[in-house]
């Protein structure tokens, strides 16, 4: 198979499923009719509920979503070949986290912008409600311990024998000087744009000069030199700050600004695979595996772990939070949210696709150095095999790692804010919003400026002690919330009296994915128990994994009942 092949295939079913199926969807939902107020507006308040412009807010709804996911999956997942995993994409994409993206979207901003734990509330129960925002707060939790962790890593100096090492640690400096310059510049820019009311296209085009300023700034001055655990400090500082300042300020133009990085990444990777369109070598790169595969992990099974492994690439439960938690309280107009949340899930499709194209023209240069290797190398090398291109490959290998770190601190800072919402509304009624608490314990509860000091201190405390102990779960506990997300919009569109049968079989796909995985670490993790080998990790997984294969089913079952019981709970 040719990549370039490959790729304009996967690009044009991609775009019949967003005409045709994203279309279909809208009427079957009733998407866009009325022109009814979003919570952006009906709720406005300066900090949460802004109004977006839709580049703005789908240059955040991207950002946030994308993240190292739709690259790291497929090249887990490539030992089973290119062919499932390309097929998962296309499929799950379109007719699993598209609709899974876009209903959780229109769920929340027919709810007044709140999450996915409060749809449930109202449309299922409170009991519900409860246990989803315990699992999710937690597996959020779980996702800053682990992106503060990686922003650490890759902002972090060198030490030799307690000597720093600068020749070793100048990558890294480089990569935190453009981050520091980075946010800076997002400032300006949201400042000017909302404050001075500058033209969006004359500050836009200024902010893409700036980044490039910033990062020729950042490759060749970077002074600073920090620890790990320093640096895990300072993010611990900025998330907290992120997440309480209002998002004019700082989330939608960083965000909207970094999306440029990630489109100029695409414009690369569509340059690259065009320019060099290399076959795909089925010595190195075989089309299928087989359905089990032995790697050093012990034997490895396409049923669960390619549905739980490329997750960002097809359906991931954290874009129902995004959705559900920032993009709701920002959507400028109803009609907006197909483009945003359908448009953005089938982008990383493509992404992942091109992914694709960068393992097999890796693996035939010698890029094997784990998934950021793999794909900066990947693509540079097929941008550097154009006649004239030649000596580009270490500039945007560069770049292309630059890039590929930003995006982790992006999605730090959302899962931060995510986490300060689901916080604050597990203490509240069906209905209410923070606003509505004017005294008592629960006034403290519900402050943003408590939830989110909670949520720092664990997500920084667990990434310094050992999260990688429990990150084995992260890939169902994730898809968990995917699962979960489908049956909240399908039980809501139930109750509403819509049409929510395109819910139904991904969520039921989903769920038993979802148990398979835990009940496969389960056995895994009492086989490795039992061999007198375990660490406080191993117990910690079977524990957790049977939990939440306990709430999957009580979630479920509680769903059943409200889809096809003919009235909803209230218990």
Same mark, same amino acid.
């Given at each position: 198979?040719?990549?370039?092949?490959?790729?304009?295939?996967?690009?044009?079913?991609?775009?019949?499923?967003?005409?045709? @199926?994203?279309?279909?969807?809208?009427?079957?939902?009733?998407?866009?009719?009325?022109?009814?107020?979003?919570?952006?507006?009906?709720?406005?308040?300066?900090v949460? @509920?802004?109004?977006?412009?839709?580049p703005v807010?789908?240059?955040?709804?991207?950002?946030?979503? /994308?993240?190292?996911?739709?690259?790291?999956?497929?090249?887990?997942?490539?030992?089973?070949?290119?062919?499932?995993?390309?097929?998962?994409?296309?499929?799950?994409?379109?007719?699993?986290g598209? %609709?899974?993206?876009?209903?959780?979207?229109?769920?929340?901003?027919?709810?007044?912008?709140?999450?996915?734990?409060?749809?449930?509330?109202? $449309?299922?129960?409170?009991? /519900?409600?409860?246990?989803f925002?315990?699992?999710?707060?937690?597996?959020?939790?779980?996702?800053?311990?682990?992106?503060?962790?990686?922003?650490a890593?890759?902002?972090?100096?060198? @030490?030799?024998? =307690?000597?720093l090492?600068?020749? /070793?640690?100048?990558?890294?400096?480089?990569?935190?000087?453009?981050?520091?310059?980075?946010?800076?510049?997002?400032?300006i820019?949201?400042?000017?744009?909302?404050?001075?009311?500058?033209?969006?296209?004359?500050?836009?085009i200024?902010?893409?000069?700036?980044?490039?300023i910033?990062?020729?700034?950042?490759?060749?001055?970077?002074?600073?030199?920090?620890?790990n655990s320093?640096?895990?400090?300072?993010? =611990?500082?900025?998330?907290a700050?992120?997440?309480?300042?209002?998002?004019?300020?700082?989330?939608q133009p960083?965000?909207?600004?970094?999306?440029?990085?990630?489109?100029?990444?695409?414009?690369?990777?569509?340059?690259?695979?065009?320019?060099?369109?290399?076959?795909?070598?089925?010595?190195?790169?075989?089309?299928?595996?087989?359905?089990?595969?032995?790697?050093e $992990?012990?034997t490895?099974?396409?049923?669960p772990?390619?549905?739980?492994?490329v997750?960002?690439?097809?359906?991931? =439960?954290?874009?129902?939070?995004?959705?559900?938690?920032?993009?709701?309280?920002?959507?400028?107009?109803?009609?907006?949210?197909?483009?945003?949340?359908?448009?953005?899930?089938?982008l990383?499709?493509?992404?992942?696709?091109?992914?694709?194209?960068?393992?097999?023209?890796?693996r035939?240069i010698?890029?094997?150095?784990?998934?950021?290797?793999?794909?900066?190398?990947?693509?540079?090398?097929?941008?550097?095999?154009?006649?004239?291109?030649?000596?580009?490959? $270490?500039?945007?290998?560069?770049?292309?790692?630059?890039?590929?770190?930003?995006?982790?601190?992006?999605?730090?800072?959302?899962?931060?804010?995510?986490?300060?919402?689901?916080?604050?509304?597990?203490?509240?009624?069906?209905?209410?919003?923070?606003?509505d608490?004017?005294?008592g314990?629960?006034?403290?509860a %519900?402050?943003?400026?408590?939830a989110?000091?909670?949520?720092?201190?664990?997500?920084?405390?667990?990434?310094?002690?050992?999260?990688?102990?429990?990150?084995?779960?992260?890939?169902?506990?994730?898809?968990?919330?995917?699962?979960?997300?489908?049956?909240?919009?399908?039980?809501?569109?139930?109750?509403?009296?819509?049409? $929510?049968?395109?819910?139904?079989?991904?969520?039921?796909?989903?769920?038993?994915?979802?148990?398979?995985?835990?009940?496969?670490?389960?056995?895994?993790?009492?086989?490795?128990?039992?061999?007198?080998?375990?660490?406080?990790?191993?117990? /910690?997984?079977?524990?957790?994994?049977?939990?939440?294969?306990?709430?999957?089913?009580?979630?479920?079952?509680?769903?059943?009942?409200t889809?096809?019981?003919?009235?909803?709970?209230?218990?």
């Amino acid at each position: 198979m040719n990549t370039l092949v490959l790729l304009l295939i996967c690009v044009a079913v991609l775009i019949c499923g967003y005409i045709f @199926y994203g279309r279909w969807l809208c009427k079957q939902w009733g998407v866009g009719e009325g022109d009814i107020p979003t919570p952006a507006h009906t709720m406005e308040d300066g900090v949460d @509920y802004v109004p977006a412009k839709a580049p703005v807010l789908m240059g955040h709804h991207f950002s946030s979503i /994308a993240g190292a996911g739709p690259i790291t999956g497929p090249i887990s997942a490539a030992i089973f070949g290119w062919l499932p995993v390309t097929l998962w994409v296309l499929v799950g994409g379109i007719f699993f986290g598209g %609709v899974h993206d876009f209903g959780a979207l229109f769920a929340s901003i027919r709810h007044k912008g709140q999450s996915i734990g409060e749809i449930i509330s109202i $449309n299922m129960s409170r009991r /519900a409600k409860r246990l989803f925002i315990i699992f999710a707060y937690l597996t959020l939790i779980l996702v800053v311990a682990a992106f503060a962790s990686i922003v650490a890593s890759t902002f972090g100096a060198t @030490y030799v024998d =307690g000597v720093l090492d600068k020749t /070793a640690s100048a990558a890294n400096a480089s990569v935190a000087m453009v981050s520091l310059l980075f946010i800076a510049i997002a400032i300006i820019f949201g400042f000017c744009v909302y404050r001075r009311n500058a033209p969006m296209l004359v500050s836009t085009i200024l902010g893409i000069v700036a980044i490039v300023i910033c990062m020729a700034v950042g490759m060749n001055f970077h002074p600073i030199y920090l620890s790990n655990s320093a640096w895990m400090i300072i993010v =611990g500082i900025y998330i907290a700050i992120a997440s309480v300042t209002p998002v004019w300020i700082l989330l939608q133009p960083r965000d909207y600004l970094s999306s440029f990085l990630l489109y100029a990444m695409l414009i690369v990777a569509f340059l690259g695979v065009i320019g060099c369109h290399p076959n795909i070598d089925p010595n190195l790169f075989p089309a299928f595996t087989g359905f089990a595969v032995a790697s050093e $992990n012990g034997t490895q099974y396409l049923f669960p772990i390619l549905f739980t492994t490329v997750a960002c690439g097809a359906i991931s =439960g954290f874009h129902s939070l995004v959705s559900s938690g920032t993009t709701s309280k920002q959507l400028d107009h109803e009609k907006e949210a197909k483009p945003i949340a359908y448009g953005g899930m089938l982008l990383e499709c493509v992404l992942a696709v091109l992914t694709l194209c960068a393992i097999a023209y890796a693996r035939q240069i010698g890029h094997t150095a784990g998934a950021t290797d793999i794909f900066a190398g990947g693509i540079a090398g097929m941008v550097a095999a154009i006649p004239g291109f030649a000596g580009l490959e $270490n500039v945007l290998y560069t770049l292309l790692v630059l890039t590929y770190s930003a995006f982790c601190l992006t999605s730090l800072d959302t899962a931060t804010r995510l986490a300060r919402f689901m916080f604050q509304e597990f203490w509240l009624e069906p209905g209410q919003t923070a606003k509505d608490i004017t005294s008592g314990w629960k006034k403290v509860a %519900v402050n943003p400026y408590f939830a989110t000091i909670i949520t720092v201190v664990l997500g920084i405390l667990l990434g310094m002690n050992g999260y990688g102990k429990i990150w084995g779960l992260f890939g169902a506990a994730n898809q968990l919330l995917a699962g979960l997300g489908l049956l909240a919009v399908a039980t809501w569109l139930g109750n509403a009296g819509k049409n $929510n049968k395109m819910f139904l079989l991904p969520m039921a796909f989903m769920m038993v994915v979802t148990i398979c995985s835990l009940a496969i670490t389960v056995k895994n993790q009492v086989g490795i128990i039992s061999a007198g080998s375990a660490d406080w990790g191993a117990y /910690a997984q079977v524990i957790l994994a049977v939990l939440l294969i306990v709430l999957a089913v009580v979630l479920v079952i509680e769903g059943i009942q409200t889809l096809f019981g003919g009235k909803k709970k209230t218990a």
